[in-house]
């Protein structure tokens, strides 16, 4: 079975108060293997209701905590820490990063822009930063705006219940990145298609709707629009146009 089979990557969260002391890794590792161990005294760090999102399979939740769910469910959980988030991104940023080496580095051109991305993965007492964590992660999101020049950086954390033998540092890369893809995703339909505001809500009709918005969203990429929204305008004027994404004759 694969990893992403049995993923929860939820993509909102927070953490209640807890304390730390001292943080301190290991060195040396394998390409693709965690290269450090933190230790510390044990904390507990709770989840409040949060809604799921991700790649693989992804289990709707709607409360209680994500990790008791995936339990449940035999399931991994992928966290990807947000700004909400703050004390439990404030331990993992305080973690020494600089003493882990590069495990896993992509680079890509898209949309008009270059990108490298670099990750790196930190093994952590279970349970320690997140219950059932064992694994923390560092990506560092390098962009260029190839017309005007102008380079941001992003790093991001996540925490994972997957172990090193169940998931290496590319395959934590690519869980990772399916995630930002689903929120780009979900994002397109709120903005675009203002879906949260729908009043389209009994029975299976409000999922009948998303995979509609799905649809038109993945035929109109596969036009070639980068903009979603332009797109939409185009195709509402040019219900002719719209009838040949879906091979259709008027």
């Known amino acids: 079975m694969a990893i992403s089979d049995r993923l929860i990557a939820p993509d909102s969260n927070r953490p209640r108060k807890r304390r730390s002391s001292s943080q301190r890794c290991g060195s040396k590792t394998t390409v693709d293997r965690p290269s450090a161990a933190y230790t510390d005294q044990a904390a507990e760090c709770r989840a409040v209701p949060l809604s799921a999102s991700g790649t693989g399979r992804v289990h709707p939740y709607a409360g209680g905590d994500v990790h008791v769910y995936a339990d449940t469910r035999g399931a991994h959980y992928i966290l990807v820490v947000k700004g909400n988030q ?8 305080r973690l020494p990063w600089h003493e882990v080496p590069l495990q896993h580095r992509t680079r890509e051109r898209a949309h008009g822009r270059g990108e490298i991305r670099r990750l790196k993965v930190c093994t952590v007492r279970p349970g320690l930063l997140f219950p059932h964590a064992v694994q923390a992660i560092e990506v560092k999101r390098r962009r260029t ?15 994972t219940s997957l172990t090193p033998e ?14 930002w893809q689903v929120e780009a995703l979900h994002h397109v339909r709120d903005v675009t298609f203002a879906e949260d505001t729908s009043r389209v809500r009994t029975g299976t009709a409000p999922r009948a709707m998303a995979t509609f918005r799905n649809l038109a969203i993945g035929l109109i990429r596969q036009a070639g629009w ?25």
């Open 145 to 159: 705006n190839r017309t005007t020049s102008k380079t941001t950086i992003k790093t991001i954390y996540a925490v």
């Open 166 to 179: 169940q998931a290496t540092a590319s395959q934590l890369a690519e869980l990772i990145r399916g995630h």
């Open 226 to 250: 980068t903009n979603i929204a332009a797109a939409t305008d185009h195709y509402r004027s040019r219900t002719d146009h719209a009838l040949q994404l879906l091979d259709l004759e008027t």
């Open 86 to 93: 703050k004390k439990l991104r404030r331990r993992l940023r």
